[in-house]
Nanobody, 119 residues
Framework: QVQLVESGGGLAQAGGSLRLSCAVSTRTFNMWVVGWFRQQAPGKERELVA????????YYADSVKGRFTISRDNIKSAVYLQTTTLQTDDTAVYYC????????????WGQGTQVTVSS
């Protein structure tokens, strides 16, 4: 069982930044890839924004490359998403999720944190 808890969302102005945190409760943190997803409207598909493996390999969606940075603290079992140069299109509920290394699907999800970017 893996539990994920997000924090750090809120309101930002366009061009601003926010740092999202994801605390991961598991005894085997090294076995899990952690990703940040976002859902821009109810019913809209969740989009994978960024992901990081235990070894530090990263993935970014084209829409956030150069603006968002994902990082991981393997001592604290936490993953962070530093967002910069925020745009109104970044407004969404952001979720962190975990998948076992080698698996395709993310099987554990946090409750989400709202990010709202105003113009």
């Amino acid at each position: 069982q893996v539990q994920l808890v997000e924090s750090g969302g809120g309101l930002a102005q366009a061009g601003g930044s926010l740092r999202l945190s994801c605390a991961v409760s598991t005894r085997t943190f090294n076995m899990w890839v952690v990703g940040w997803f976002r859902q821009q409207a109810p019913g809209k598909e969740r989009e994978l924004v960024a992901a990081v493996s235990y070894e530090g390999h990263t993935y970014y969606a084209d829409s956030v490359k150069g603006r968002f940075t994902i990082s991981r603290d393997n001592i604290k079992s936490a993953v962070y998403l530093q967002t910069t140069t925020l745009q109104t299109d970044d407004t969404a509920v952001y979720y962190c999720a975990a998948k076992f290394r080698g698996n395709e699907k993310y099987s554990y999800w946090g409750q989400g944190t709202q990010v709202t970017v105003s113009s």
